[in-house]
């Protein structure tokens, strides 16, 4: 029902920052959770962030948590995921995604963006 366009990605050096951006169509963005999701080459899609439909509630992958910070501006229909402190390790595909909170976390989304790719590399 909603459909997710990514943006923000890039090339940056280790130790770099960079803020991805999900922007969503229609007035229902705010009643979806929302999530962050990777895929490096020959690896499984992986979690990394998501957030309640209304902010209120956020939780990360140990492997990103305390450098990335999941957020959405439900007035703009847009989410966000700042990306600091990054590493080597982080490059992939970045995947935003729509649905149920629960159903989120074990990658059970309603709608998923294209993907924007981020390389860490020096």
């Known amino acids: 029902q909603v459909q997710l366009v990514e943006s923000g990605g890039g090339l940056v050096a280790p130790g770099g920052s960079l803020r991805l951006s999900c922007a969503a169509s229609g007035r229902t963005f705010s009643y979806y959770a929302m999530g962050w999701f990777r895929q490096a080459p020959g690896k499984e899609r992986e979690f990394v962030a998501r957030?309640?439909?209304?902010?209120?509630?956020?939780d990360y992958a140990d492997s990103v948590k305390g450098r990335f910070t999941i957020s959405r501006d439900n007035a703009k229909n847009t989410l966000y995921l700042r990306m600091n402190n990054l590493k080597p390790d982080d490059t992939a595909v970045y995947y935003c995604?729509?649905?149920?909170?629960?159903?989120?976390?074990?990658?059970?989304?309603?709608?998923w963006g294209q993907g924007t790719q981020v390389t860490v590399s020096s």
């Open positions: 995604a729509a649905g149920e909170m629960d159903a989120i976390r074990w990658s059970r989304a309603r709608s």
């Open positions: 957030i309640s439909s209304s902010g209120g509630s956020k």
